[in-house]
């Protein structure tokens, strides 16, 4: 058996270093650049509410103050009727868009019926549509129903724009999924459903996971569908809440009071990710074996 010589393994070993800490420096680089942003708000939001606001800023506070949540927590109904809110129209879309993105990942997957493809693809083109252009009709259909200014209304406008991208995810993760053990089930006495139950949801609960990520976050955040459809400010939303407490005296913006909501906003995102990080990221790639 032919060896490599010592010299040879270090002469490739030293010529590695380079590259890896190269590699390692971009991505310290690039975390510092996308964490900063996330600190300097966390920072801001505990000055003193002249010192949140002074120009030029500085970084560390003289002392630590929370008038700037207090603040924010007398604007209208109060920050945790606006948080509850949130959490409820978040809560209401990830359940809707889980049970229609599994149930419709599953039928293209597994069954075969006439223009399965072609409505497939028509479900995908609805991701090229913008949502500003149809928020008017939106609002006529939601209207007609009585759902306008009500959660559930917001929610099922959230839950219909996730359908197209869920859908997808949940399809090419029932495709890695291998037939046999479905036909293993069948010939044990499973239904349909009872097997999409009893055994499918426990091996594609990665790419679950990943539609329910992508649906808390998109309707924790989102601002534009909430300002039109919500004209009630008892059921404003948290994005709805910065938007309109931002701005002090004069029309000046509040720094402090609108990066205590920014911390605010985005403690439940962080805590997910961290919490279901590896399912995460377990479900991206699931979801893109297959296409």
């Known amino acids: 058996m032919n060896r490599q010589p010592r010299n040879s393994q270090a002469f490739v070993s030293g010529r590695a270093a380079p590259r890896t800490a190269a ?10 650049a996308f964490l900063f942003p996330i600190l300097w708000s966390a920072i801001t939001s505990v000055k003193p509410p002249a010192e949140a606001s002074a120009v030029p800023p500085t970084f560390l506070p003289s002392r630590l103050s929370f008038a700037n949540y207090q603040k924010l927590d007398l604007y209208g109904a109060g920050l945790f009727h606006y948080v509850f809110n949130s959490t409820a129209v978040a809560l209401m879309t990830v359940l809707g868009a889980i049970v229609l993105s599994v149930l419709g990942g599953y039928g293209f997957s597994r069954f075969s019926f006439r223009g399965k493809n072609l409505m497939f693809i028509m479900i995908l083109a609805t991701l090229m549509i913008p949502f500003q252009s149809i928020l008017t009709p939106l609002f006529l259909v939601l209207r007609t129903l009585g759902l306008i200014n009500t959660l559930v209304g917001l929610a099922l406008v959230y839950i219909t724009f ?16 291998p037939r046999e053990l479905e036909e293993a089930a069948l010939l044990d006495g499973c239904t349909s459903l009872s097997m999409l139950y009893r055994l499918m949801l426990r091996l594609v609960r990665p790419g679950i996971i990943t539609v329910a990520v992508y649906a808390f976050l998109n309707s924790w955040n989102e601002f534009l569908a909430a300002l039109i459809l919500m004209s009630e400010e008892g059921k404003f939303t948290l994005p709805i809440l910065l938007s309109n407490s931002r701005s002090g005296h004069f029309g000046l913006t509040d720094w402090g009071a609108l990066q205590a909501g920014v911390v605010v906003s985005i403690l439940p995102c962080i805590i997910l990710f961290i919490i279901i990080q590896r399912y995460y990221l377990q479900g991206l790639t699931s979801g893109a074996v297959k296409a």
Do not use: D, H, K, S
């Open 23 to 32: 590699l390692y420096a971009v991505c310290i680089v690039l975390a510092v």
């Open 162 to 177: 996730q359908l197209p991208l869920g859908v997808f995810i949940m399809r090419n993760t029932f495709e890695t999924v």
